[in-house]
């Protein structure tokens, strides 16, 4: 009998399961090699459209396509064994209304073999992602700043300041009421996210948030230091990979230069003359 055991991916219910439990680790990944390595230690793995930003040199996340989503989600499914696969799905790809949001979401899921998607909106996206999940499609919520809005937020500014909590608590409340079975909160402040979690009833997933969270994510980009044109401040970088390549691709160019490599034992003899 093989000792080969099948790994079970986590799902969308077991990840709502753990509401008030063991913190939940999150990271974005856009790449199989990389999805290799933050499945090993993630419960939910994200294929965001921040990949338009720190892959594809864009300046926001508004250029970020269908097609893009699809390759790169392909790409992760190829290294993601064990994590929810969670796939964002692109500006304008859902905003017009729930069959627009259902017709693409079933396109994400089936061609990249995801677990779930996320969207952006609070009280404006209820009736969609009650929608979306009575038909099948898993839905993670996003309020706070959602960067697809930075155009109308004015930036990206932290949401949920003074009256605006108000607002912030009642978009929560209604993506959580509609099906979602978890709500990223993204850069609002630490109190009305405590607040938000011990209010809504499925896990809160915070980046600029609180500690108080029932998980937490990063841009994998950010936390490894491999995307450094900026930090924002809710970026905790655990290495500096850019600038051990940027030491390595300086000493290649100078081996190069003077002739040191490629070495003897870098290249092929002909043993037969």
Do not use: W
Request: a negative charge; glycine letters at 10%; hydrophobic letters at 45%.
């Amino acid at each position: 009998m093989s000792s080969h055991q099948e790994i079970r991916a986590l799902t969308p219910g077991d990840i709502r399961a753990r509401k008030g439990g063991d913190p939940l680790v999150c990271l974005t990944a856009y790449t199989t090699p990389v999805a290799q390595l933050a499945d090993a230690e993630c419960d939910l793995v994200l294929v965001g459209d921040s990949v338009g930003m720190v892959l594809h040199g864009l300046p926001t996340t508004l250029g970020v396509t269908m097609e893009m989503m699809i390759l790169h989600g392909q790409a992760v499914a190829r290294g993601v064994k064990r994590a929810l696969m969670v796939v964002d799905m692109p500006f304008a790809s859902y905003e017009e209304g729930p069959t627009q949001a259902y017709r693409n979401a079933a396109r994400l899921m089936a061609e990249t073999g995801c677990g779930a998607v996320k969207l952006e909106g609070g009280q404006h996206m209820a009736e969609t992602i009650h929608f979306l999940t009575q038909r099948g499609i898993p839905v993670m919520g996003h309020v706070g700043l959602t960067p697809q809005s930075v155009n109308t937020l004015g930036g990206y500014r932290v949401q949920g300041k003074g009256a605006d909590a108000t607002r912030v608590m009642h978009d929560a409340q209604a993506v959580a009421q509609a099906g979602a079975f978890s709500v990223v909160l993204e850069k609002v402040p630490a109190r009305l996210a405590d607040e938000i979690t011990a209010t809504i009833d499925v896990p809160t997933v915070g980046i600029g948030a609180s500690a108080g969270c029932d998980g937490q994510i990063l841009v994998i980009d950010d936390m490894l230091g491999l995307f450094d044109a900026f930090k924002p401040k809710f970026v905790k970088r655990y290495a500096a990979l850019a600038d051990d390549a940027r030491a390595a691709i300086a000493a290649y160019a100078e081996e190069v230069r003077a002739r040191r490599f490629p070495a003897a034992e870098h290249i092929f003899e002909d043993q037969s003359k």
